[in-house]
C-alpha cells in the first residue's frame, strides 16, 4: 500500500485500526467535531478555530492546551502533508462523521486543487444495520478500500456546496437541497441532513428529537444516573456519533425536566412535554447556540410537515 497516500480518518480509533492492518502512508486524524455548535465555512482560518475552542471550552470544559494538543497540531499535520499521489477519506455514516467530511472536502477543494481524493464507503447505501470502521475486521476493511471511489470535480464542488449550506446562517434552504443528488458518492449525506434539520427544536414541545428522545428513554428505563442514561444512549443513537461526554451535557440542559438524576426520575413538567402538553422552548432558549452557521432557537421543526419554521425576536 503506497507510502505516498495520505489518509484522512474520522478518529483515533479508524486510524489505529488501520494502521494494525498495515496500511501504509500518512494518517491525519480528524478530531473535531463540526456537527455541534457554530460553523464558518472558512474552515482553518483563525476565526474559524477562536470560534470553534471558543464553543468547546463553554460546552465541554475544553482546555486551550487541549486543543492545540489535540485538535490544532493535527491540523497543521494536514496542512504540511502536500503533493500526496491520493488522499483517501475514511468516514463513518453517522452525522458528526458526515458533517466533518463534508468540511474538509471543502478545505481540500481550496488548499489541495487537482489532486486525487478518494472516499471509502464502509457500508451499502441500505441504512440498516450499519458498522463502523473500527468495528471491521482486516479483510472487510481491505476489500472497501479496493472498492474506494475516486472523487470528481462535480462530487468535491456538491460536498463544498453542501457544507457551506451547513454553515449559512438560514438553513432553510438544506430542506430543498439535501434529498436531491442520488447519483452522489455520499450515500449517507440525506439521512445526516434529515436528522440535522431534527435538532432544531420541535413546534409541539421545545424540545428537537434528540431531546424528546432522551427524555423519552429517561422515563421509561429504571436507571440511576446521569452516566447510565449516557451509556444507554450511545447504543441507541449510534446514528449521531456522539461521545459520553456530548450527552452528559445535553441532559444537564434538560435538568428543568427531572425530579431527580440519582435516581433519574422526570417531573410533572417533564411528563407534560412529553405528552404535548406543556412547550419548554422558552426556558431552554439559548442565544449561543448554533447548528452550524444557524441559531438553533431562531428556528423550529414542524414534524407534521417535516419542515422549519423560521421565528423573530
Not at 75 to 84: A, P, S, T
Not at 85 to 94: G, N, P, S
Request: with cysteine; glycine share 4%; hydrophobic share 35%.
Amino acid at each position: 500500500m503506497n507510502n505516498k497516500i495520505l489518509h484522512i480518518t474520522n478518529g483515533d480509533k479508524t486510524t489505529i485500526r488501520l494502521k494494525s492492518f498495515g496500511f501504509k502512508g500518512r494518517f491525519i486524524t480528524w478530531r473535531e467535531i463540526l456537527g455541534e455548535g457554530k460553523t464558518s465555512s472558512d474552515i482553518g482560518s483563525e476565526d474559524f478555530w477562536k470560534t470553534r475552542f471558543n464553543f468547546l471550552k463553554s460546552s465541554y470544559k475544553i482546555t486551550k492546551k487541549t486543543f492545540i494538543d489535540y485538535t490544532l497540531k493535527e491540523y497543521r499535520n494536514l496542512c504540511i502533508n502536500k503533493n500526496q499521489e491520493e488522499i483517501v477519506l475514511w468516514f463513518d455514516h453517522d452525522l458528526l462523521s458526515q458533517i466533518n467530511l463534508i468540511a474538509i472536502i471543502s478545505w481540500l477543494k481550496r488548499y489541495r486543487k487537482h489532486e486525487k481524493i478518494s472516499l471509502v464507503n464502509v457500508n451499502n447505501s441500505k441504512l440498516t444495520a450499519l458498522k463502523k470502521i473500527s468495528e471491521l475486521n482486516s479483510n472487510q476493511v481491505n476489500r472497501k478500500y479496493l472498492k474506494r471511489i475516486e472523487l470528481t470535480a462535480d462530487d468535491i464542488e456538491y460536498a463544498d456546496y453542501m457544507w457551506q449550506l451547513y454553515c449559512s446562517n438560514c438553513p432553510l434552504r438544506l430542506e430543498t437541497i439535501y434529498k436531491y443528488n442520488p447519483m452522489s458518492p455520499f450515500i449517507y449525506l440525506s439521512k445526516t441532513f434529515e436528522m440535522h434539520l431534527k435538532r432544531f427544536p420541535s413546534v409541539e414541545n421545545g424540545l428537537n428529537f434528540l431531546e424528546n428522545h432522551i427524555v423519552n428513554f429517561a422515563s421509561k428505563k429504571s436507571l440511576i444516573s446521569k452516566k447510565q442514561l449516557a451509556e444507554k444512549l450511545l447504543k441507541n443513537l449510534e446514528s449521531y456519533g456522539l461521545q459520553e461526554h456530548h450527552y452528559n451535557y445535553k441532559i444537564e440542559r434538560l435538568k428543568i425536566l427531572f425530579k431527580s438524576f440519582n435516581p433519574l426520575i422526570i417531573n410533572s413538567v417533564g411528563k407534560n412535554v412529553l405528552d404535548n402538553k406543556q412547550n419548554v422552548y422558552k426556558q431552554l432558549r439559548c442565544e449561543n447556540a448554533y447548528l452550524g452557521g444557524a441559531k438553533q432557537y431562531n428556528y423550529l421543526y414542524q414534524n407534521s410537515s417535516t419542515k422549519l419554521i423560521k421565528i423573530s425576536y
